[in-house]
């Protein structure tokens, strides 16, 4: 029931939450007017009928007198006629002269001229009290009549009406709610699906764009802005990388012009002090196209091309690194410890792993003291995949941590011992496009980086040498 | 037809005679084979050819895809360097076609496009090797030398001699002056490759891509403690060394 908490939480489901309130406030507001109207119109109807009777029964009485009265009376009091009518003719001193009704009623509630009150004894009456709205009217001769009709049925009417608008209104909020959480998830998935498109546009994958849905309304012209700016950054990507690129290509034609000249000369020289001068001039041209490969191979890496990678059996590549760098560590007095778990695979591509696993070891040999130790290995950390570097050289002061991973980084006593400061660069290039994590951390004494990648791939299957398949490819 | 014969076709009529190298340190004599360049770029193009030519090779020089793919197909070589981005059909185009004419000229592609998948795409067009630009000149002789050795060799020689240095592949054994050598698995690849291409310079590079089979710039010269580890068994105890350092480019197997 994730997905319950989270629209609980959300904007869209309060949003829809108060709209439902706002709508069911109006809607019983409406429904109660319709109420008032229909059983006010009811009652109106059967007071008019009464009225229309008294002054039919003033008629008779006006023409022939109390006997009049009494012949209109029992002429109404046909019992085909079952309208529910109540008629009552007593004299001064209250005996029946003619009605349906066996006395006056005792309790009279007197509202107005009207009167309502409970009949017990009406001829033919149900047994049920029934309740009546009558008038009371009296003659010049000191009679009294009262007219009135059963008002149980309109009062039933009147129940019933207000029930079915109760449930009305209740149907209307259940819909109401039930219309909120589907157009709230409706709206969330949209939000959803802009969030998770960013999320993987952060980790690289500029080419992504926002779904855009229905392009018409608030969310589609968010998706459609969101994406024409990140067309825009792409856009200002390509030229940024365009620009490095061509910088660095600018710069490595001459470089590169300046080697084979110098390279030229070499072959004519035949001083060896003007050859040796010749040399380190060469050494120091390669130096420089090495750092210029450097940043273009990080604008690569970082460039990260997904679509081309493919599973790579870590412990393949790891041998492979540990075994060209142990014999560099070996000589430099170092001892060199390498264990890879078989059986871990994950999603790369081979040589940008194995360029950020080389020179995470070519690190740790190179500031790694005589006698120190360089350790690295692969692991399974939490079921993801990671590799782990660690000697034990002077390590890294926390506040440098984050730094030493960006480009030219390097500390102040780094600065004397070769190496172009792109080393680390580079390792944070590949695994930002691999999604990979780096920690660096003290190995007391020295550095320790952890390399953890974001999932863990199971094994394929069906290989016979697991070694070579996916690096059949690069081969 | 705009294609310029920059090396003079007198220097070597047959394209075969033996010449002398330009380099007066290294008194070598090469035969002068004949290399198709299809570069575009004017510059690069002027001295990749004078580079060739100084090192003995009688060079032709396309400038555009459609004089490139006319000479690959009507002229014998026994290298053609092919840039991959060209005005008209680009190296891909030209290399499938060369190949679908059943001419197995080996190629080398020249490329900005260092990628992988460039790579894979230039070799899986019929390309034998792969430079990414910039490229030393030194690199790209090596292995231009490297793809002229191949086409006159068999590759799946199983017997390989270098001197008083012996090569059983079956065996997985090592001989030198009759005396057992015993080497690490990769030691062996990487003596195997150098014997492969004995007598020529092998670069820290190829070296990478084809022994240790990957494509990245190791930082430090780990190669290079390769192959001195590789002296100590070789060469040390024997008073002859025959694997030689050459400065700036990478190592030689003396023959």
Redesign the interface.
């Known amino acids: 029931m994730g997905w319950l908490k989270r629209l609980v939480r959300s904007i869209t489901f309060r949003l829809a939450l108060l709209y439902t309130a706002i709508f069911a406030v109006s809607v019983s507001g409406l429904f109660y007017f319709v109420f008032w109207t229909t059983s006010g119109f009811a009652q109106r109807q059967l007071e008019a009928a009464i009225q229309a009777e008294i002054a039919g029964f003033q008629d008779s009485y006006d023409r022939s007198g109390t006997a009049g009265l009494v012949m209109a009376i029992n002429r109404r009091l046909d019992p085909s006629r079952r309208d529910g009518a109540i008629y009552l003719l007593v004299d001064q001193v209250g005996t029946p002269i003619a009605g349906n009704l066996g006395s006056w009623p005792r309790r009279v509630a007197v509202d107005d001229l009207w009167v309502n009150f409970n009949i017990r004894d009406m001829e033919g009456a149900p047994e049920e009290i029934a309740e009546a709205r009558a008038l009371q009217f009296l003659t010049r001769d000191g009679f009294r009549l009262m007219v009135g009709r059963d008002i149980r049925e309109s009062q039933q009417f009147r129940r019933q009406l207000l029930q079915s608008l109760n449930v009305g209104l209740a149907v209307t909020v259940f819909l109401g709610l039930l219309g909120g959480f589907v157009f709230g998830r409706g709206v969330m998935r949209r939000i959803e699906g802009i969030t998770s498109t960013c999320r993987s546009i952060m980790s690289g994958d500029l080419t992504r764009r926002v779904p855009v849905g229905n392009a018409n309304d608030e969310l589609g012209r968010l998706a459609q802005n969101i994406n024409s700016m990140l067309d825009q950054i792409e856009r200002l990507m390509r030229g940024m990388q365009q620009v490095s690129d061509n910088v660095a ?1 600018d710069l ?2 001459p ?3 300046l ?2 000249r110098l ?2 000369a ?3 020289l ?1 001083d060896p002090q003007q050859i040796d001068v010749i ?1 380190s001039a ?2 120091d041209a ?1 130096q420089l ?2 750092t210029f ?2 940043l ?2 990080i604008a ?1 890496a970082e460039a990260g ?1 997904q679509r ?1 990678f493919i599973p790579l059996n870590l412990a393949a590549i790891g041998e ?1 690194v540990a ?3 142990g ?2 560590a070996e ?1 430099k007095g170092l001892s060199f410890t390498a264990q890879f778990e078989p059986g871990l695979w994950a999603k790369g ?4 792993i ?2 950020a696993l ?2 995470l070891l ?2 740790a ?2 500031y790694s003291p005589e006698g120190g130790a360089v350790t690295v290995v692969s692991v399974l950390l939490k079921g993801k995949p990671a590799f782990l570097v660690s000697d034990t050289g002077p390590g890294i002061p926390d506040e440098f941590k984050s730094k030493v991973l960006e480009r030219l980084f390097r500390m102040e006593q780094s600065r004397t011992s ?3 400061g792109l ?1 680390l660069s580079l390792v944070q290039a590949v695994a930002r496009s691999h999604n990979l994590e780096i920690k660096l951390e003290d190995n007391h004494p020295g550095l320790r980086v952890t390399l953890t990648f974001s999932e863990a791939l199971l094994a394929p299957v069906k290989i016979e040498t697991p070694t070579s398949l996916p ?1 059949a ?3 | 037809m705009q294609t310029q014969h920059v090396s003079g076709s007198d220097v070597a009529q047959s394209g075969f005679g033996p010449i002398a190298t ?4 290294q008194k070598v004599t090469v035969l002068a084979m004949r290399i198709l360049v299809i570069e575009d770029d004017r ?2 193009a002027e ?1 990749l050819v004078k ?1 060739l030519r ?1 090192s003995g090779y009688t060079v032709d020089h396309a400038a555009n895809g459609k004089d490139g793919m006319f000479l690959a197909l009507s002229e014998p070589y026994d290298v053609m360097i092919v840039d991959r981005m060209l005005p008209g059909p680009d190296g891909l185009t030209i290399v499938d076609s060369v190949r679908k004419s059943n001419i197995t000229t080996p190629v080398l592609f020249l490329s ?1 496009l ?4 460039d790579r ?1 795409a230039g070799l899986k067009a019929g390309g034998d090797d792969y430079l990414a ?6 690199e790209l002789l090596a292995r231009v030398e490297a793809l002229l050795r191949r086409a006159g060799t068999q590759p799946e020689n199983t017997f390989l001699k270098v001197g008083d240095l012996e090569m059983d592949l079956l065996a997985r054994k090592v001989v030198r002056q009759g005396k057992r050598v015993y080497l690490h698995p ?1 030691e062996f690849r990487l003596l195997e490759y150098l014997m492969r291409h004995a007598g020529q310079v092998v670069t820290r590079t190829m070296l990478l891509e084809n022994v ?9 010269n ?1 190669i290079d ?2 192959i ?2 590789l002296r100590q068994k070789i060469d040390k105890p024997f008073d002859k060394p025959i694997l030689e350092t050459v ?2 480019a990478g190592y030689k197997l003396e023959v």
Do not use: C
């Open positions: 290509h490595r034609t470089l590169t012009r080697r084979s390279e030229a070499l072959r004519k035949e040399e060469i050494a390669d196209l090495a490969s450097a273009l191979r690569r091309l081309n492979d075994e060209m760098y014999p560099l000589e591509e081979r040589n940008l194995a360029q080389a020179n070519d690190n040999i190179k070769p190496g172009s080393g690096d490819q690069a081969a | 330009a380099d007066p340190r510059e690069a001295y580079g100084e900005a260092g990628e992988v998948e894979i630009k910039p490229y030393s000149f030194s990769r240790w089979e990957y494509h990245f710039d190791p930082q430090t780990v403690v390769h001195s580890r400065r700036g």
